[in-house]
């Protein structure tokens, strides 16, 4: 499973940005809509922390509380992909961002250990 990014880029505090993270699979490997997916960002010198997750059906979102209201993730099982709408944005939302994909599904949850593939990370930058 290949996970890939895109969307990063400068933005002024309070303006908006979409990140997407397009899944590539291995043939005979299990489905998109069988990964729960989450968002993770890293900040310089920090801990890479959780932001959002949905699981493999939708049906559960769940946010880091600094986020809620503000960012907002989403999937498309027919298109293999997940994104993450971010509105409000504030400079302590700088950092790289990344998708990750768990399996089994609903096991995931908020820690890194719970998801096995990891994309490249796309540079979020907020200016105050």
């Known amino acids: 499973v290949q996970l890939q990014a895109s969307g990063g880029g400068l933005v002024q505090a309070g303006g908006s940005l979409s990140l997407s993270c397009s899944v590539s699979?291995?043939?005979?490997?299990?489905?998109?809509?069988?990964?729960?997916m989450g968002w993770f960002r890293q900040a310089p010198e920090k801990e890479r922390e959780f932001v959002a997750g949905?699981?493999?059906?939708?049906?559960?979102?769940y946010n880091v509380d600094s986020v809620k209201g503000r960012f907002t993730i989403s999937r498309d099982n027919a298109k293999n992909m997940v994104h993450l709408q971010m509105s409000g944005l504030k400079p302590e939302d700088t950092a790289v961002y990344y998708c990750?994909?768990?399996?089994?599904?609903?096991?995931?949850?908020?820690?890194?250990?719970?998801?096995?593939?990891w994309g490249q990370g796309t540079l979020v930058t907020v200016s105050s």
């Open positions: 990750a994909a768990g399996f089994p599904p609903g096991r995931a949850g908020i820690s890194t250990e719970g998801y096995m593939y």
């Open positions: 949905i699981s493999w059906s939708g049906n559960s979102i």
């Open positions: 699979r291995r043939a005979f490997s299990p489905a998109f809509s069988s990964y729960d």
